[in-house]
T-cell receptor, first 115, second 113 residues
Framework: GAVVSQHPSRVICKSGTSVKIECRSL??????MFWYRQFPKQSLMLMAT?????????EQGVEKDKFLINHASLTLSTLTVTSAHPEDSSFYIC???????????FGPGTRLTVT | GENVEQHPSTLSVQEGDSAVIKCTYS??????FPWYKQELGKRPQLIID?????GEKKDQRIAVTLNKTAKHFSLHITETQPEDSAVYFC????????????FGKGTKLSVKP
């Protein structure tokens, strides 16, 4: 149980284009999902907290107009990187919280490369 | 807000030895402390966690201890094996309206055969 999927696993796009990443909880309902960004050899940096049916809460320094988050259902959250630039290249990981268990389970991550 | 410090950043041990990774946190309201193992290019995997109402928890070769007064918690791995080699992250969470996990910077553990 507690499986989180993420799609795509890898994406290469040209500068100026937009990329959508999907995060799904496969066997549980996730009221809250989280989006992280991880640079090589660094820790996970929380970008935003996504609650089903409401607007995401963004961490300081994260541009909400650039990183669009939608949490339309209890099993799906999407992150859209708009007008991507090379500096947006990173490993993006989502996680989902299983009910009131405290525990967060991570998706496999999406490697974004912007050329 | 919460701040989590993790030490050491790298740790090299011989197979069969024990490994200890320590974390401190700043927010006394934090009440949930998970540990994650992340292999290169893969997702973080929850390996053990502890809540603030207990001082120690053990699962086979892995144990976690929590000292609420000192605001620190530690991961102990006994009888280490090469497959334990990975980056380990500690985290702290205040159970509340947001419940965000705040991560330490990670410890790269290398177990030499």
């Amino acid at each position: 149980g507690a499986v989180v999927s993420q799609h795509p696993s890898r994406v290469i796009c040209k500068s100026g284009t937009s990329v959508k990443i999907e995060c799904r909880s496969l066997d549980f309902q996730a009221t809250t999902m989280f989006w992280y960004r991880q640079f090589p050899k660094q820790s996970l940096m929380l970008m935003a907290t996504s609650n089903e049916g409401s607007k995401a809460t963004y961490e300081q320094g994260v541009e909400k107009d650039k990183f669009l988050i939608n949490h339309a259902s209890l099993t799906l959250s999407t992150l859209t990187v708009t007008s991507a630039h090379p500096e947006d290249s990173s490993f993006y990981i989502c996680s989902a919280e299983q009910g009131n268990t405290y525990e967060q389970y991570f998706g496999p991550g999406t490697r974004l490369t912007v050329t | 807000g919460e701040n989590v410090e993790q030490h050491p950043s790298t740790l090299s041990v011989q197979e069969g030895d024990s490994a200890v990774i320590k974390c401190t946190y700043s927010d006394s309201a934090s009440n949930y402390f998970p540990w994650y193992k992340q292999e290169l290019g893969k997702r973080p995997q929850l390996i053990i966690d502890i809540r603030s109402n207990v001082g120690e928890k053990k699962d086979q070769r892995i144990a976690v201890t929590l000292n609420k007064t000192a605001k620190h918690f530690s991961l102990h791995i006994t009888e280490t094996q090469p497959e334990d080699s990975a980056v380990y992250f500690c985290a702290a969470k205040v159970r509340g309206s947001q419940g965000n996990l705040i991560f330490g910077k990670g410890t790269k553990l290398s177990v030499k055969p």
